[in-house]
């Protein structure tokens, strides 16, 4: 069986729990922990790729938990002819991959450590941020 | 003896092309290294910049006149409306005007993926725009509807025309609440998750004139890539100092606005850029900059004011805001701001701009380059801008 990239997204309140142990242990599936992020807030973002027979059960007990799972099949690119440069993007990108070079104050993204979460698509005011499939 | 300069003066400078042009960036540095009476000395101008949406704008459209003769009552450009209670081809374009399927917040958060900044966005890129009207007929006016294609070249006359921009210093925006709240300026997070600011600080017009000792009716300005001229104070001018709660000291300008006008044929798609904010509606960004002629020692030395020495008042847009709640939870510099983060009640929160600030040192730049060439002479006002003085106040809508 192939691996399945996901993409996990938690806030704060499950940040300190053991739920990659649980896939493991409870449901004896593999993973493979491609990036992982937890912010100043305590919100975290993960990428991996899993493989197990349980896999969906696994999935299942995450969502439970509080958990946004998402396949991670999409890039999202940055537009840098439209992109102004204004920096709303940049305390809302949950992994860092969006950030102000300073002093210079230019918007630079690190697509190696974008998750896919999606904020940043929907919150440029000049949509400069697109998912490409 | 005191450094006294004219408008007269400066511009017989600048039409030789000898005028000494420095952005409010360089004349900072100059400031440190030589002296504010130096630096007047050497300096005529001082150019500012600012890039960032600014919701209260707008456009003035004469469409022509239709064979047979039309009085235009609804108007809409790409399905969005206009307003045309003006007269019988006139029609004005808000920046923040929806089309009438828009979902508005209904899926909230609502995305306005377009509206009249978008519009103004695609006539000064020459795209062509859907027009459509309707009239009632009337006997000077018999035609009924109309719809057509337009550009921005084929239309009389278009008129940027902006009641409030630029402001001086705007609020910092913070969440203390435990949901996330989409504002104005931008997604903010619940719990402290993030604060937004939106001025471009040590380079923003309207800080760098602090008083008012320049800017006036009829100063002319870098306005969206073209010319514009302030042409009143904005709505909802209420210059003052900002003054921190223990010993009253004066913190920097703020609350001072712009009505700002121009032609929108001359303007640039890179300066006027449609603008969508999830949650809250449409708008248009708008690059704007301003010289400041260096007439004296004080207009120079309020010129060279730093980020460290400008402030916002940091704001809860979770509960006090909406609730007009007055007061603020404290007062940041824009070198904090833009260092990346603040303390707020005693929390270190990342900070983020909505004001582009490499497109305003663009601005400045570009004015800089007009006025050192010759081809840009400052407006002398005819009236300069009421300042802190005049104790203007906003006033609450009662009901």
């Known amino acids: 069986m192939s691996p399945k990239r996901i993409v996990l997204r938690f806030d704060a309140t499950i940040a300190d729990q053991p739920i990659i142990y649980r896939l493991v242990s409870d449901f004896g599936l593999v993973v493979n922990i491609i990036k992982a992020n937890v912010n100043p807030q305590k919100e975290g973002t993960m990428v991996m790729e899993i493989t197990g027979e349980k896999n969906k059960q696994g999935l299942e007990y995450l969502r439970g938990q509080g958990v946004q799972v998402h396949t991670l099949t999409e890039n999202i690119i940055r537009n840098e002819e439209q992109c102004t440069s204004c920096g709303a993007c940049t305390a809302i990108c949950p992994s860092g991959a969006l950030y102000l070079k300073r002093p210079s104050m230019e918007v630079h993204f690190d697509s190696d450590q974008c998750v896919v979460c999606h904020l940043c698509t929907k919150i440029c005011p000049v949509r400069a941020m697109e998912a490409h499939f | ?399």
């Not at chain 2, 306005?223 to 904005?234: A, F, I, Q, R």
């Not at chain 2, 603020?328 to 600030?357: D, M, Q, R």
Request: proline residues 7%; glycine residues 12%; charged residues 20%.
């Open chain 2, 1 to 399: 003896m005191a450094i006294e300069k004219s408008y007269a003066e400066i511009n017989a400078k600048i039409k030789e092309g000898k005028a000494v042009v420095v952005t409010a960036e360089e004349l900072i540095s100059m400031v440190d290294e030589k002296g504010v009476k130096k630096a007047t000395e050497e300096v005529d101008v001082v150019t500012t910049g600012t890039f960032a949406p600014m919701c209260s704008s707008g456009v003035f459209l004469n469409l022509g006149h239709t064979t047979p003769k039309m009085k235009m009552h609804q108007v809409w450009l790409n399905n969005v409306p206009a307003y045309g209670g003006i007269a019988a081809v006139d029609a004005y374009l808000g920046a923040t005007a929806l089309p009438d399927n828009d979902p508005l917040n209904n899926n909230y958060p609502g995305e306005f993926k377009y509206g009249g900044g978008h519009v103004i966005e695609d006539l000064v890129a020459r795209k062509p725009v859907r027009f459509r009207a309707t009239g009632y007929g009337t006997d000077c006016y018999p035609r009924r509807e109309i719809e057509t294609n337009i550009t921005l070249d084929e239309i009389n006359e278009a008129i940027l025309f902006n009641p409030r921009n630029a402001y001086q210093s705007y609020n910092c925006g913070v969440n203390l609440t435990s949901r996330t709240v989409y504002t104005y300026l931008g997604m903010l997070k619940p719990n402290l998750g993030n604060a937004h600011y939106s001025t471009s600080g040590q380079l923003s017009p309207l800080l760098k004139d602090p008083n008012f000792n320049t800017i006036g009716v009829g100063t002319r300005i870098f306005l969206g890539g073209g010319t514009g001229y302030v042409v009143w104070n904005g709505t909802q001018h209420f210059p003052e100092f900002l003054q921190t709660d223990s010993d009253g000291e004066q913190k920097g300008p703020a609350g001072g606005t712009l009505s700002v006008l121009g032609d929108l044929k001359q303007m640039k798609p890179e300066w006027l850029i449609g603008t969508s904010y999830l949650g809250y509606g449409a708008s248009l960004s708008v690059g704007i900059g301003i010289p400041i002629p260096m007439l004296n020692e004080e207009v120079c030395r309020n010129a060279a004011i730093k980020d460290k020495d400008l402030y916002a008042p940091v704001i809860d847009y979770g509960e006090a805001y909406p609730n007009a709640k007055p007061g603020y939870l404290k007062l940041v510099s824009f070198a904090e701001l833009k260092s990346g983060k603040i303390i707020v009640n005693g929390k270190e929160v990342p900070t983020a701009p909505l004001s582009s600030y490499p497109k305003a040192k663009q601005i400045a730049a570009q004015l800089k380059d007009w006025v050192a060439k010759g081809e840009f002479i400052l407006g002398e006002p005819s009236q300069l801008l009421p300042s802190s003085d005049a104790g203007l106040k906003g006033k609450p809508l009662k009901g």
